[in-house]
């Protein structure tokens, strides 16, 4: 048995061995000592909130590529660079060769940037030139990313709900409706344990909203659920919202959407919430717990199909002989 990384894609199971595949027997990743693997260049996961007592010293021994940070002296650039590129995108629809001349424009022409670097400088010029250009071309691969692993969680976890939070204008500001839906959803999650994942963006007329999934153990839905019909007018048809009645007493009007796994995999469910993420400069909102990978034990020989790709380090699989790593495993390791 080998140690895996293993995550659904929608359609197959993916893993992802040891990059200098070493093979640990079953025993070896209990036992061995975490300053002998570090030694060996792994970095350490320890996954002690997964596992009952008895798998408290578990160590995931995988690679970690790790950011580097950005020297202090950019940090105001960097943080005009990202402002303005934001602006910019909401502002209209342009080209990336028109947003990045335009950014230069207004980064160039920026009083407060020309105090602290030397744009009138040839040479200081050409550098930051380069730099904006590099900038853009990383937030857009930042932003296929963060789509990426919005999508990855999204289909490894369970959801029951797809939800849409709108707040009253009697109730809150754009400010306190930010806060207040974020420290609602985290008392939920740890009073009750309900797991969420979603982005805040506007509407046309410029309201923010909250689209996102939910998973609401059962018996702990809080609040009355009634149907609500209205006509959606996108559709030209009759529709019906599913309103939480203390949501809607707390922040505004909001729809819980009753979903199921082969809506997420089979439907637009997930690629809605996935279109408005880089609209803006939000982050993605999640609660802990959220997993993207689970570890398994696996006969990597037997399983493996085929590549996913060149340029990946993850392989098709098939489903039989694979043990996933969970509290709930109960099997005796002297028996494989």
Known sequence: MELCKMRFDG??????????RVRLSTLDIITTPKEDLIEQGYYITEKKDLFYNEWAKIYF???SKGR???????????EELKKTYYVLLLEEKIKETELKELL??????????KKIYAFDDEYEHNIYVKMID????????????????????ALNNDWNYFVTFTYDD?????????????????????????????????????????????????GKMRGNIREEEY???TAHRKAVSFINEEFEDKLGRNDFKPITKLDLTFTHALDYIIKYIGKSDNKIVYSRG????????????????????????????????IIELTKDLDIDFKAI
């Open 290 to 321: 959220i997993k993207d990978d689970t570890f398994c034990l696996m006969d990597y020989e037997d399983n493996i199909i085929c590549s996913l790709g060149e340029h990946s380090p993850y392989y098709v699989c098939k489903d039989s002989s």
């Open 104 to 113: 230069k424009d207004r980064i160039f022409n920026d009083e407060k940037l």
């Open 231 to 233: 006509y959606d007018v």
């Open 170 to 218: 009697k109730k809150h500001t754009e400010e306190t409706f930010l806060k207040a839906l974020k420290k609602k959803l985290q008392n939920l999650h740890t009073n009750y344990g309900w797991l969420y994942m979603g982005c805040f963006e506007r509407s046309k007329t410029d309201r923010l909203h909250f689209h996102g999934l939910l998973y609401v153990p059962e």
């Open 11 to 20: 359609c197959h199971h993916l893993v992802q061995p040891y990059k200098r």
């Open 61 to 63: 021994p995988f690679e």
């Open 68 to 78: 580097k940070p950005i020297p202090a002296f950019y940090k105001p650039l960097y």
């Open 134 to 153: 590099s900038f853009v071309d990383r937030e857009k691969e930042n932003l296929k990313a963060r789509k990426r692993k919005f999508k990855v969680k």
